[in-house]
Nanobody, 114 residues
Framework: QVQLVESGGGLVQAGGSLRLSCSAS????????ISWYRQAPGKEREFVAR????????VYADSVKGRFTISRDNAKNTVYLQMNSLKPEDTAIYYC???????WGHGTQVTVSS
């Protein structure tokens, strides 16, 4: 069992930055791929970024490529999402997720004002 807790969300103006954290407890997640997803009001949850455990290679949604960076610190059981050049359309609840296991956190709210 893995428990995930997201943090770091908040209110920021367009063009600003935030760094989200996904901290795991219950089991080391060094052998999990970790993904960030987001869900805006009235929309379906969508993929944002993923970092693989075996190589730390990364994958990004086209909408965030070049603006967001995902990284991991296995010693701290934490994955980060650095978000730069934020846009109002980035407003959503951001969740982290594991693969395998499909564990989810409760999310952290990101609001970008124009």
């Amino acid at each position: 069992q893995v428990q995930l807790v997201e943090s770091g969300g908040g209110l920021v103006q367009a063009g600003g930055s935030l760094r989200l954290s996904c901290s795991a407890s219950g089991r080391s997640f060094s052998r999990y791929d970790i993904s960030w997803y987001r869900q805006a009001p009235g929309k379906e949850r969508e993929f944002v970024a993923r970092i693989m455990w075996i190589s730390s290679s990364t994958v990004y949604a086209d909408s965030v490529k070049g603006r967001f960076t995902i990284s991991r610190d296995n010693a701290k059981n934490t994955v980060y999402l650095q978000m730069n050049s934020l846009k109002p359309e980035d407003t959503a609840i951001y969740y982290c997720n594991t693969r395998p296991g499909d564990y989810w956190g409760h999310g952290t709210q990101v609001t970008v004002s124009s």
